[in-house]
C-alpha cells in the first residue's frame, strides 16, 4: 500500500503517516485509466455502479441483484482468481513512485501553506455542488442527504484510524468502498460459519438494511424483474466490465471516486476522470443507436 500523510498524534508533537490506502493500487496508473475506462462503460450497461446495484438489491429490483452478484464474482476472479495475472500485468504497464500518487505531495509547501490545499479544493466543490443544487431547485432532503453521504466517507476514515491505533491486530485505514466489500463478504457467506468482523463486511449489509428500511418505510419495496426494453446480455457484459475494472482501478465509483478523492489519491483522480470519459462515450454511442439517453431512461426505470 502507498501511504498518504495526514495528521496524526500532534500532542506528542509528531505527524504520522496513517492512511495507508490499502483499498487502492500500488501499482501504476495504467489499472486507473483503463480499469476507469471499463467501470465507467460497465456502469452505463448495467445502470448503475456496485452501490446503486445494492440499494436497488433492497428496493426489491431481482434485475439488480442478479447484476450485482456477477460483478461480485467477476471481482472475486480479478482479485484473487484466474483473472488476477491478467489485472497485475495491465497494472504494472506503467508503474509510478509512491510520493506521486500525493496530490498533497505536488505542491509546493510555501510555509506550510500547502496543508490547506484539501481544505480550499473541498470548499470549492461545497460551492459549485451549492450552485447545481439551487439551480436544479432541488428539494432541501436532497441537500441533506447529499450531505450526510459526505459526513459517512470523512467518518469512515476517521473510525478505521483511530481503531487502527488502538487495536492490537493490523487494520488497514480504509473508508467506503463497495467492490472489494462485497466480495470478501460474499465469499465469507460461503467459506465461513461465522461473518468475520471488518469494515467492509459491516457496510455492505448496513447499507443493504438501511436502504430496505426505507423503502419499506417510503412504501417504495416493490420486486421488479427484467422488463422487454431492459437487455439481459448488456447487464452481464456491464456487471463483468465493472468487476474487473474496479479490481484494475483500485475502487468503484464511491471507493475510487468518493473516498479516495477525498484524501486527494492521484490514482483515484485518475480513475474517476476515465469513468467519467467511458461513461459518457458508452452513453454518447447508445444514444445515437438507441435515439435517447439511457442516462435518462434508467433515472426513470430503475
Same mark, same amino acid.
Given at each position: 500500500t502507498s501511504p498518504l500523510p495526514i495528521e496524526g498524534d500532534t500532542m506528542n508533537g509528531r505527524s504520522d503517516s496513517i492512511c495507508h490506502l490499502g483499498q487502492f493500487p500500488t501499482a501504476g496508473d495504467t489499472g486507473a485509466i483503463i480499469g476507469g475506462l471499463m467501470f465507467g462503460i460497465g456502469m452505463i450497461l448495467a445502470r448503475g455502479c456496485a452501490s446503486r446495484l445494492l440499494v436497488l438489491s433492497a428496493t426489491g429490483n431481482l434485475r439488480a441483484l442478479l447484476t450485482g452478484l456477477i460483478l461480485t464474482v467477476v471481482a472475486q476472479a480479478s482479485l484473487r482468481g484466474v483473472l488476477a495475472p491478467v489485472r497485475e500485468d495491465i497494472s504494472s504497464l506503467w508503474l509510478v513512485g509512491a510520493g506521486t500518487r500525493n496530490m498533497?505531495? /505536488? &505542491?509546493?509547501? @510555501? $510555509? =506550510?501553506?500547502?496543508?490547506?490545499?484539501?481544505?480550499?479544493? =473541498? +470548499?470549492?466543490?461545497?460551492?459549485? $455542488?451549492? *450552485? @447545481?443544487? /439551487?439551480? %436544479?431547485?432541488?428539494?432541501?432532503?436532497?441537500?441533506?442527504? +447529499? &450531505?450526510?453521504?459526505?459526513?459517512?466517507?470523512? &467518518?469512515?476514515?476517521?473510525?478505521?484510524?483511530? *481503531? !487502527?491505533? /488502538?487495536?492490537?491486530?493490523?487494520?488497514?485505514?480504509?473508508?467506503?468502498?463497495?467492490?472489494?466489500? !462485497?466480495?470478501?463478504?460474499?465469499? +465469507?457467506?460461503? %467459506?465461513?460459519?461465522? *461473518?468475520? &468482523?471488518? @469494515?467492509?463486511?459491516?457496510?455492505?449489509? =448496513?447499507?443493504?438494511?438501511? !436502504?430496505? $428500511?426505507?423503502?419499506? *418505510? +417510503? =412504501?417504495? @419495496?416493490k420486486v421488479q424483474s427484467f422488463s422487454e426494453e431492459a437487455s439481459l446480455p448488456g447487464y452481464i457484459a456491464g456487471a463483468a466490465l465493472m468487476g474487473f475494472g474496479s479490481m484494475l482501478a483500485g475502487g468503484c465509483a464511491v471507493g475510487d471516486g468518493v473516498s479516495g478523492g477525498a484524501v486527494l489519491a492521484m490514482t483515484s483522480w485518475i480513475a474517476l476522470l476515465a469513468m467519467w470519459i467511458g461513461a459518457g462515450l458508452a452513453d454518447f454511442a447508445i444514444n445515437r443507436k438507441a435515439g435517447g439517453s439511457i442516462l435518462r431512461y434508467s433515472a426513470a426505470n430503475t
Amino acid at each position: 500500500t502507498s501511504p498518504l500523510p495526514i495528521e496524526g498524534d500532534t500532542m506528542n508533537g509528531r505527524s504520522d503517516s496513517i492512511c495507508h490506502l490499502g483499498q487502492f493500487p500500488t501499482a501504476g496508473d495504467t489499472g486507473a485509466i483503463i480499469g476507469g475506462l471499463m467501470f465507467g462503460i460497465g456502469m452505463i450497461l448495467a445502470r448503475g455502479c456496485a452501490s446503486r446495484l445494492l440499494v436497488l438489491s433492497a428496493t426489491g429490483n431481482l434485475r439488480a441483484l442478479l447484476t450485482g452478484l456477477i460483478l461480485t464474482v467477476v471481482a472475486q476472479a480479478s482479485l484473487r482468481g484466474v483473472l488476477a495475472p491478467v489485472r497485475e500485468d495491465i497494472s504494472s504497464l506503467w508503474l509510478v513512485g509512491a510520493g506521486t500518487r500525493n496530490m498533497m505531495g /505536488q &505542491l509546493p509547501d @510555501f $510555509a =506550510g501553506l500547502a496543508i490547506y490545499a484539501g481544505l480550499a479544493m =473541498g +470548499a470549492g466543490i461545497i460551492v459549485v $455542488a451549492l *450552485l @447545481f443544487w /439551487q439551480h %436544479n431547485r432541488m428539494s432541501f432532503a436532497y441537500l441533506l442527504t +447529499a &450531505l450526510g453521504v459526505g459526513a459517512t466517507i470523512v &467518518l469512515g476514515w476517521w473510525f478505521t484510524a483511530v *481503531l !487502527s491505533e /488502538q487495536s492490537f491486530d493490523v487494520i488497514t485505514v480504509q473508508s467506503v468502498s463497495f467492490t472489494g466489500p !462485497s466480495t470478501d463478504t460474499l465469499m +465469507a457467506l460461503i %467459506n465461513q460459519p461465522q *461473518l468475520p &468482523l471488518s @469494515f467492509g463486511i459491516g457496510l455492505v449489509p =448496513g447499507v443493504f438494511i438501511g !436502504s430496505l $428500511a426505507s423503502a419499506l *418505510l +417510503a =412504501g417504495e @419495496f416493490k420486486v421488479q424483474s427484467f422488463s422487454e426494453e431492459a437487455s439481459l446480455p448488456g447487464y452481464i457484459a456491464g456487471a463483468a466490465l465493472m468487476g474487473f475494472g474496479s479490481m484494475l482501478a483500485g475502487g468503484c465509483a464511491v471507493g475510487d471516486g468518493v473516498s479516495g478523492g477525498a484524501v486527494l489519491a492521484m490514482t483515484s483522480w485518475i480513475a474517476l476522470l476515465a469513468m467519467w470519459i467511458g461513461a459518457g462515450l458508452a452513453d454518447f454511442a447508445i444514444n445515437r443507436k438507441a435515439g435517447g439517453s439511457i442516462l435518462r431512461y434508467s433515472a426513470a426505470n430503475t
